[in-house]
Every structure is written in structure tokens, then in C-alpha cells.
């Protein structure tokens, strides 16, 4: 038993917090790092963090102690509750002002891109056409597609792109650089049709393997398969599934019939 | 329209651009390190998969978490916390993919396998810049050293200050730069290449530099 969950349970939390800050006050900066850049934001997350873990006398930590059977290892229970705790820092703080800040080194073109897709979450087309129409900028949809690819290109790029990837959800494919007329409502219901004859398990997998990319071995372990070919196995077959589904599509990513 | 293609297609129809948003019957942080971990037991095994399928705010909460928990600098100190030497996971990272590379071939040597890259872990190949490199009297061509399985290679240049002044895709290890792109003499340029590896991944090369030097007007 470690040291602090010895003076935890004996009652002493003033000596298990400085026993458990010692032993893993490397991996929560780690963690926060992962995330945050500037010295200022990593050092304000870490005061959040722990002024969470040490509220109600360490009830969090408390809590995970007091389990009867431990199911994740303490060091991974640690981190998550660190990501939860950063991402909800900077979604908190001020969300939209922080994450203009981010864009704010981009050329101006790609700013204001940046603000119509990002922040207003227009579509490409509306934002191509805002842009012509308001004088902004002169250029061809090519030219706009170019830029439009480097914005997203820019703002994914290292830790900044992994707290904007969960301020934002993740970017999208280059296949949805297209112009889509049709909303994220009846994208997401014919999508939600192809995937209803999936089981909960299937569906996590292709979800977790297609949209998020994870890898195979990584979907295994989360949906309880035995290895990363039981996951190729489930998640192609799930694919084939929905072939007709995919048949159906036109070039700009439209069904173009019934499914 | 190959199945990397197909694939990613039906990638940008999963992307719907909705923020996820969290519920009150979202998962505990405790639940989602246990899936992460692949510890949940089964019986609360259903009941979490089941909300995670229909939830993309727990399912981002996973997926991130699994992203942590492969960060070079979050395993290092994980390693040291359980007391293993940093490093031990590379030995695996070489063994097992080599193990699995193998499996993988006899699966995709199957007639009846669809013919889509999978995307593991496995050791990759990278492209190299063979030029331009270093101080150079005009730049028209840029050429790289293949990757082999690729079928498509993206090429950025950029100035130092990170702009980017050029970017073109396509199937060959070379090509030929249009007349339009204004170069500005002794200024520094850096350039890289990505080889599509699977679908939507790519092997990206080191950054090169270069920077044109021409010769005074006579």
C-alpha cells in the first residue's frame, strides 16, 4: 500500500496530501502539459487540480481508495480525473475569447476562417460565401479549399491542436472540404440509420476506430475484444454492412438515394 | 475511388460538427478510466458501452484518455511510478507490431479481405527530402525518397516565419514548382513531405531548409 493512502485511511490527510503530491505531482504536469502551453495556464490548471483533489478532505482521492475492488490502476483513474479537470479549466475560463487567442497568430485570411467555421460552426460553403460576399477576400473556392485546409491544419498542430480538438471536437476529413448544403442534423440521422443494426460493442469500435483513430489494439482493450484482429475483424465486417450505405453516396459525400 | 477513400468519406459523414455536450447520465471519471484501461468488469461492461455508443462526450472522454495514456511523457512517468526502466514499452513497440505486421500480411493476402490498410501501430517508413537542401542558386524541382505502399504525397513549403508559400499533392517523388511562386533571394525556406501510408495517415519527413542565394546582375 502506498505511503499516503496509509496516512489517508489513518486519518492524517495533511500528510497524505504532501505524501501524494510528492509521488505524483510529476505525471499531473505531465498531464496538464499535454494540453496546456503557456507557464501561466499550466501553473493555474495545476492550483484547480489540486484544489479539487483536496476538497471536502480529499474526497476525490478518498473516494477511489474506499473502492472494494479497483477496476482502472490509480495512475490512469489520476489522469482522467486530470484531463476532466484541465479541458473544463479552459472550456471555463473563457472559452471563446481563449480560443480566438489560439487563432490569433494566424494570417488574417485564415482568422476569419477561422472564426466562421470554428466559432459561428458554418459550414464551408456558407463560409466561402460570406467571405466573397463581404469584400474580405477575393479567391477562387480552390484557393478558399487551400486555405481553409491550412487553417485546420494550423490550429490541429501539437498540444494547442489537442485542447482545441477537445474544445471543438475533431476536425473533419479532407472529404468534408466540400460544400454541404445538407445540415449536421440529417448527416448525423442517416448516419444514425446505417448504424442502428450494429450492436453497442460494433458500434463503439467503428465509432472510436473511424472517428477518433484510435488503434485497433487501443478499441480492443476499451470494448473488451480479444485483439486488435478481433477489431479489424468486427469493424470491417460492420463496414460491409453498411456497403450499400456507402454505395450510395455520391462524390460530395450525399447519399444520393434511399438507403 | 479506392476503399481509403470510400473510408474516408464515410469519415466526413461521421463528422457531423456537433460540440459534444455532457449529461447527467454521463459516465464517472472512475468508469471512464476503467474502459480505457480495459478493466471494467463485465458486468457494468453493457451499461457503459451502451451509453458511450450514443454518447460522443464519454466517447471523446475515452478516446482522449487512451491518447494520454500513449503520450511519451505520460508513460515516462507512469514507467518510474511502477517502477519500471522508461524505455521498456519501445521493446514492444518494435516486437509486438513485428509480430502483428506478420498477421496482418496473411490477412490481407486473403482474397476475400477488402484490400484496406489497416492502421496499427507498426513501425512506419518515412520520406527524405533530396532537395532542394541548403544554399541553392534557384529552386524549379523538388524530389523525395518514396515510401513504399503510398499512393499519394503531399509536399508544403514553407518560409521561416511558418507561412506556408506553396502546397500541391500527388502520386510522384518529384515535381516541378510553377513559375508563379515569388522566391525572395537569401530569404530561408523549409520544406517537408507526407507520404499517405492508409487511410488518413500519413508519414511526415523532417523539415528541410534551403535558402536561394542568386547570383548579383551582371
Known amino acids: 500500500m502506498e505511503p ?22 510529476r505525471l499531473v504536469f505531465a498531464a496538464i502539459r499535454y494540453y496546456a502551453q503557456d507557464y501561466d495556464d499550466i501553473m493555474d490548471v495545476f492550483a484547480r487540480v489540486c484544489e479539487s483533489l483536496r476538497e471536502n478532505d480529499l474526497e476525490r482521492l478518498r473516494c477511489y481508495v474506499d473502492q472494494p475492488g479497483h477496476t482502472a490502476k490509480f495512475s490512469t483513474w489520476l489522469v482522467t480525473v486530470v484531463r476532466h479537470l484541465t479541458v473544463d479549466w479552459f472550456r471555463h475560463r473563457d472559452g471563446r475569447r481563449r480560443v480566438s487567442s489560439i487563432a490569433s497568430t494566424l494570417p488574417p485570411l485564415r482568422q476569419r476562417i477561422f472564426e466562421h467555421v470554428f466559432l459561428h460552426k458554418r459550414s464551408h460553403g456558407e463560409t466561402y460565401e460570406l467571405i466573397c460576399s463581404t469584400g474580405e477576400a477575393s479567391l477562387s473556392f480552390g484557393e478558399f479549399l487551400k486555405e481553409l485546409r491550412a487553417t485546420y491544419n494550423a490550429v ?23 460544400v454541404s448544403d445538407e445540415s449536421a442534423d440529417d448527416r448525423r440521422e442517416s448516419l444514425e440509420f446505417a448504424l442502428r443494426s450494429l450492436s453497442p460493442d460494433e458500434r463503439v469500435a467503428v465509432e472510436l476506430y473511424v472517428v477518433d483513430e484510435m488503434s485497433a489494439e487501443a478499441v480492443a482493450k476499451v470494448v473488451g475484444w480479444s485483439n486488435a484482429k478481433a477489431v479489424y475483424n468486427h469493424v470491417y465486417r460492420a463496414l460491409s454492412a453498411m456497403r450499400s450505405y456507402l454505395s450510395s453516396l455520391d462524390g460530395a459525400g450525399r447519399p444520393t438515394g434511399k438507403i | 475511388m479506392n476503399d481509403i477513400d470510400r473510408l474516408e468519406q464515410l469519415r466526413g459523414y461521421f463528422h457531423t460538427g456537433e460540440m459534444p455536450i455532457a449529461t447527467a447520465e454521463c459516465l464517472d471519471d472512475g468508469t471512464i478510466a476503467a474502459l480505457a484501461d480495459g478493466a471494467l468488469p463485465n458486468e457494468a461492461s453493457p451499461f457503459a ?12 472522454a475515452v478516446a482522449s484518455v487512451r491518447e494520454l495514456l500513449n503520450d511519451r511523457a505520460i508513460t515516462h512517468e507512469i514507467d518510474l511510478l511502477e517502477g519500471r526502466a522508461p524505455g521498456w514499452r519501445r521493446i514492444f513497440k518494435v516486437a509486438v ?18 484490400d ?18 541548403g544554399t541553392v542558386a534557384n529552386v524549379e524541382r523538388m524530389e523525395w525518397s518514396g515510401v513504399p505502399g503510398s499512393d499519394r504525397y503531399r509536399v508544403t513549403v514553407f518560409t521561416a516565419q511558418g507561412g506556408v508559400v506553396y502546397e500541391t499533392e500527388g502520386a510522384d517523388t518529384a515535381l516541378t514548382l510553377p513559375d508563379s511562386i515569388q522566391w525572395s533571394s537569401g530569404a530561408r525556406y523549409l520544406w517537408k513531405v507526407e507520404a499517405r501510408t492508409g487511410w488518413n495517415r500519413w508519414a511526415t519527413s523532417d523539415l528541410v531548409d534551403f535558402t536561394i542565394v542568386r547570383a548579383p546582375p551582371p
Open chain 2, 97 to 114: 507490431p513485428l509480430a502483428a505486421a506478420a498477421t496482418l500480411l496473411v490477412l490481407l493476402w486473403s482474397p476475400s479481405n477488402d
Open chain 2, 116 to 133: 484496406v490498410t489497416h492502421r496499427g501501430s507498426g513501425a512506419r517508413s518515412f520520406p527524405t527530402p533530396i532537395g532542394p537542401r
Open chain 1, 4 to 25: 499516503w493512502v496509509v496516512e489517508l485511511q489513518g486519518g492524517k490527510s495533511d500528510a497524505a496530501w504532501d505524501l501524494f503530491l510528492d509521488r505524483y505531482r
Open chain 1, 156 to 178: 490541429a498542430d501539437g498540444r494547442r491542436g489537442s485542447i482545441l480538438r477537445e474544445l471543438l471536437g475533431p476536425p473533419p476529413p479532407e472529404q468534408v472540404l466540400v
Open chain 2, 49 to 60: 458501452l451502451q451509453h458511450i455508443a450514443a454518447c460522443p462526450f464519454c466517447r471523446r
